[in-house]
Nanobody
Framework: QVQLVESGGGSVQTGGSLRLSCAAS???????MGWFRQAPGKEREGVAA????????YYADSVKGRFTISQDNAKNTMYLQMNSLKPEDTAMYYC???????????????????WGQGTQVTVSS
């Protein structure tokens, strides 16, 4: 069973940057990994995902051009570089992984069975 541990959350002002990390207990070249977030009172939503085999990336429209997902296979770690942060980015951020993810549903939380505990990101205006 894959274990995921997020780190790197914190509090920043509008326009600031943070880099989240997700360390995986095991890493393969043929699974999907993603970042998701959930704000109080809202549903969990997909932010970005990556297919570890080819490095193909996917982004929610709300973060395109501001967030970058990447991976370091040697360190079994996935990253989310977040730039130009806005107050609406405030949420608990989770990383997730799974092997069987529909190619058209890579940003859907229901496609993933392995989750980290989350890391809080707070952006103040």
């Amino acid at each position: 069973q894959v274990q995921l541990v997020e780190s790197g959350g914190g509090s920043v002002q509008t326009g600031g940057s943070l880099r989240l990390s997700c360390a995986a207990s095991e890493y393969t070249s043929s699974n999907y990994m993603g970042w998701f977030r959930q704000a109080p009172g809202k549903e969990r939503e997909g932010v970005a995902a990556i297919y570890t085999g080819r490095g193909r990336t996917y982004y929610a429209d709300s973060v395109k051009g501001r967030f970058t997902i990447s991976q370091d296979n040697a360190k079994n770690t996935m990253y989310l570089q977040m730039n130009s942060l806005k107050p609406e980015d405030t949420a608990m951020y989770y990383c997730a992984a799974d092997w069987w993810v529909g190619s058209t549903k890579v940003l859907s939380p229901t496609e993933y069975n392995y989750w980290g505990q989350g890391t809080q990101v707070t952006v103040s205006s």
